[in-house]
């Protein structure tokens, strides 16, 4: 599978599955302002946020059928692998889906693009995350997603199927809801009120989505010098709360009570909420330092794109509708100092 192509020859085509996720809908932007064609994949085959973006084809499967998945993503060379199925459906859907799209990317002889996350390490994760540092699953999803991305190296072992993994924090800005920064952070912030899950002075990994599906595209071009399995560490932002907090008061343009999140309250909450249970599993996170190491990505790649924290937080505060922001979208791209 050839991921580069000429100018002068056809532009190259992605397909994105799960395209009305947040980083799916950044990814799809990104490619598209790099002169791919994007096939956008979701499973009614609609995606407002895409549709009127020349360039891009909407197509419809349920990722969980097989021939339905190869079907629309044909003509692709990369398969940006989105999907991510609620948290409690984890355990029955996320094999299943992982296999499906190794078959369609065999099928096509295309690249599979994975975001990968942090829960690989499990709960006693050391505080700077490599791409060698060791894999300690010690819960469910931890252990679901070590098993995601084995089926990934055995597929590339084999000859298969070429994988690229590119292993974020928590995701944050972009114009879709469903993260810690906004189902909690930001929740109350219009009221006056930052909430931080844990302890305020405990960094953080996070990444600015239009950051990360900018850096998709970048390791996307240089796939051709990767070898069959390749595993990169997206350095993003790593942001205690206090700095995230003095951010989030300078967009706002006043100060914020904070607010806190103890685990305990997950825990309560998990006693008749299936999702609560799940959302506690992972709280280790915010109460454990840690950040990404992004250098050997950007060995490969080159300096990044890398928006500074008070313009990330707040475009994605813009976006969210809690401050007026002109130019929210998309971000300024600027290239992190060597």
């Excluded at 699953?137 to 252990?143: E, F, T, V």
């Excluded at 974020?168 to 219009?190: C, E, H, N, P, Y």
Aim: with cysteine.
């Amino acid at each position: 599978m050839t991921a580069s192509k000429s100018r002068n020859q056809p532009a190259r085509t992605v397909a994105v599955l799960g395209a009305n996720g947040r980083l799916a809908r950044e990814a799809a932007r990104a490619f598209h302002r790099a002169g791919w064609h994007v096939i956008a994949i979701t499973r009614s085959g609609k995606c407002d946020a895409l549709a009127r973006l020349e360039g891009i084809t909407l197509r419809a499967a349920d990722a969980l059928d097989r021939q339905a998945l190869i079907a629309a993503t044909a003509g692709a060379d990369v398969i940006f692998n989105s999907l991510n199925p609620l948290y409690t459906d984890w355990q029955e859907m996320a094999l299943p889906m992982a296999e499906n799209v190794l078959a369609a990317a065999e099928k096509h002889h295309a690249l599979h693009l994975f975001p990968g996350n942090v829960y690989n390490f499990g709960s006693d994760l050391p505080e700077i995350l490599k791409p060698e540092t060791p894999q300690r699953p010690d819960h469910r999803k931890a252990n679901i997603r070590c098993g995601m991305e084995a089926l990934f190296a055995q597929a590339a072992a084999s000859g298969s199927v070429k994988t690229v993994i590119l292993r974020a924090g928590d995701f944050f800005g972009g114009d879709g809801t469903g993260s810690w920064f906004d189902l909690v952070i930001a929740k109350r912030i219009s009221k006056g009120i930052f909430t931080w899950p844990g302890k305020a002075d405990i960094p953080h990994a996070w990444a600015y989505l239009p950051d990360l599906a900018e850096a998709f595209v970048r390791i996307a071009d240089k796939a051709d010098s990767l070898p069959a399995f390749s595993l990169f560490h997206f350095g993003g932002h790593t942001v205690t709360g206090l700095e995230m907090q003095a951010a989030a008061e300078k967009a706002m343009g006043r100060k914020l009570k904070r607010a806190a999140l103890p685990g305990i309250v997950l825990s309560i909450a998990g006693l008749f909420s299936a999702m609560m249970r799940e959302t506690k599993a992972v709280f280790y996170l915010w109460q454990k330092p840690h950040r990404m190491d992004g250098s050997v990505l950007e060995a490969v790649t080159g300096p990044l794109p890398h928006t500074p924290l008070d313009r990330a937080v707040r475009d994605a505060l813009a976006a969210l509708g809690h401050v007026k922001n002109n130019a929210a979208h998309p971000s300024v791209l600027e290239a992190r100092p060597a």
